[in-house]
C-alpha cells in the first residue's frame, strides 16, 4: 500500500493536496541552502521589532502611556538573532546546510505559520502558494512597494497599501520564493461541522475554529502566527 503523502514542496506537489479539510503548516525549506541567505531569512523572523504598550490608569481620568520597541537578544551576552546565526555558520556551516536539506526539518524547528483549513487544498494551494506566486510579480503592488522600499516591514506594507495581513505577505516582504516553502498537512474528517469558511479575516472566524486556532497557537507556537 502507497504511504500517503504528508509533506509537499513546489507548485507540482502542492497542486497535488487533496481538496478535504484538517491541519497545515508551512516550513522555510531552501531548495539551494545559501547559508547566508539562509541566516538572514531567519534573523528577519526572530528580529522583527514588537510593541510593548504600557498604560496606568490614575484618578481624575487621568491616563499615563508609553509606548516602546522592543528587540530580542539571547543569553547572557545579549546576542541578537543574526550575531547567533553569524556563530553557527563560523563554526557549524556543514551541519546548518544538512539539517536544512533535511526532510525531518519540521521535527527540529517551529512551522512559520500553522492552520486550519475546511479545505486543504484551497488554502494551500490557492490561497497561499498561488497568492505568493502572484506577489512575485513584478506587475504586482507588493513587488512595486519593496523595490521603493527594501527595508519594508509587514506592518508597514499593509499599512501602505491598504493590504490585510496573510501568510503570503509575510513570506514575500521577507524575499521567500514560493519554492522554498514545505507545507505539511494532516487530513481528519473530525473538524467541526461549523467550522466555517477559509480565510485571513478573524473576524469572520467560527467559535469552534476560534477556539482551534487559539490550541494551535499555544502548542506549536508558529512564527508568524496570530500571537
Excluded at 507588493?142 to 499599512?159: D, E
Excluded at 513570506?171 to 519554492?179: F, K, L, Q, S
Aim: glycine share 4%; with cysteine.
Amino acid at each position: 500500500m502507497q504511504k500517503e503523502q504528508r509533506q509537499f514542496q513546489g507548485g507540482v506537489q502542492i497542486a497535488r493536496i487533496p481538496p478535504v479539510s484538517g491541519l497545515y503548516a508551512w516550513y522555510y525549506r531552501p531548495l539551494v541552502v545559501d547559508t547566508l541567505v539562509v541566516s538572514q531569512t531567519i534573523a528577519s523572523f526572530l528580529e522583527t521589532p514588537s510593541e510593548m504598550l504600557t498604560e496606568i490608569e490614575m484618578r481624575y481620568g487621568v491616563h499615563l502611556v508609553s509606548k516602546s520597541t522592543l528587540k530580542f537578544v539571547y543569553g547572557s551576552q545579549r546576542q541578537i538573532a543574526s550575531e547567533v546565526l553569524d556563530e553557527v555558520v563560523a563554526c557549524a556551516e556543514n551541519f546548518l546546510i544538512d539539517l536544512f536539506k533535511s526532510n525531518a526539518l519540521y521535527f527540529f524547528t517551529r512551522p512559520i505559520y500553522i492552520g486550519i483549513a475546511k479545505n486543504l487544498y484551497r488554502r494551500a494551494y490557492l490561497q497561499h502558494y498561488i497568492s505568493l506566486d502572484e506577489m512575485w510579480n513584478d506587475t504586482s503592488s507588493i513587488s512595486k512597494h519593496l523595490n521603493i522600499f527594501p527595508n519594508a516591514s509587514v506592518k508597514s506594507t499593509m499599512k501602505q497599501l491598504n493590504i490585510p495581513h496573510s501568510f503570503p505577505l509575510e513570506a514575500r516582504v521577507r524575499r521567500i520564493a514560493p519554492r522554498d516553502l514545505m507545507v505539511h498537512i494532516f487530513p481528519t474528517n473530525s473538524l467541526p461541522a461549523e467550522i466555517g469558511e477559509d480565510n485571513d479575516d478573524t473576524e469572520f472566524d467560527t467559535t469552534s475554529r476560534r477556539a482551534l486556532e487559539k490550541l494551535l497557537q499555544l502548542v506549536s507556537d508558529p512564527i508568524c502566527g496570530r500571537r
